[in-house]
């Protein structure tokens, strides 16, 4: 079965720097996605990447996808207190369309 | 994504009760999942809902019985629990199975003494 995991397992950074999370899958990645979670609420979809070299926008938040590399990177632009929370990349297995795996998290605390 | 709501958002319950989850989404989606997240672990796929049809039922034991009475509601039956299944309970939607996003629900903290 396929796993994902993510680094650093946990982020502190001071508002206004930069930051990046990675996601490294043990299988070809056909489809990732990043999600954001406030603690215990419900996750809310970022944005999801499909091809190899994509690259998606989403306010100062950018992902990556590297297919030959097997891994996706999530890339914050001058980080805010809101920017915290724990980011979870999910992706699909090949031939399973909705059967999405996760990686365990990456908890990020932005000190104002 | 306020297209997925869940009630109640906590429960405590003891072992020997009988509960329901809720769930309801409005985003008009086909497909409908039960989620479990325990502590520093992944998110476990636990039932996959399509047209109303249970797809998936990913090893979970019988203690845990989905309902799924059309494509706006998801009821998650619990009965006779262990204290090992406390946790975040979440449901998300897609619009169908097949590579659509899934939306999520706030979840349910459940709680079993």
Redesign the interface.
């Known amino acids: 079965s396929q796993e994902?995991e993510q680094s650093p397992q946990s982020l502190i950074v001071q508002e206004g720097k930069n930051l990046t999370i990675n996601c490294t899958s043990s299988k070809t990645l056909y489809?990732l996605?990043w999600?954001k979670q406030k603690y215990?609420?419900?996750?809310?979809?970022l944005m999801?990447l499909q091809k190899g070299g994509e690259e998606k926008s989403h306010e100062k938040i950018t992902a990556k996808l590297d297919e030959k590399k097997q891994q996706s990177s999530l890339h914050i632009t001058a980080s805010q207190p809101s920017h915290a929370g724990i980011y979870?990349c999910?992706a699909?297995p090949g031939g399973s369309?909705?059967?999405?795996?996760?990686?365990?998290?990456t908890l990020l605390t932005v000190n104002p | 994504e306020t297209g997925v709501t869940q009630t109640p958002r906590h429960l405590v319950m003891g072992m020997t009760n009988k509960k329901s989850l809720k769930c309801e989404q409005h985003l008009g989606h086909n497909a409908m999942y039960w989620y479990k997240q325990s502590a520093k672990k992944p998110l476990e796929l636990m039932f996959v809902y399509s047209l109303e049809e249970r797809v998936e039922n990913n090893s979970v034991p019988s203690r845990f019985s989905p309902e799924c009475p059309n494509s706006s509601h998801l009821f998650l039956h619990l009965h006779t629990l262990q204290p090992e299944d406390s946790a975040l309970y979440l449901c998300a939607s897609s619009q169908r199975t097949a590579t659509d996003t899934q939306y999520f629900g706030p979840g349910t903290r459940l709680t079993v003494l």
């Open positions: 994902l489809g996605y999600y215990g609420e419900g996750l809310i979809f999801m979870l999910g699909e369309n909705y059967k999405l795996t996760f990686g365990k998290g």
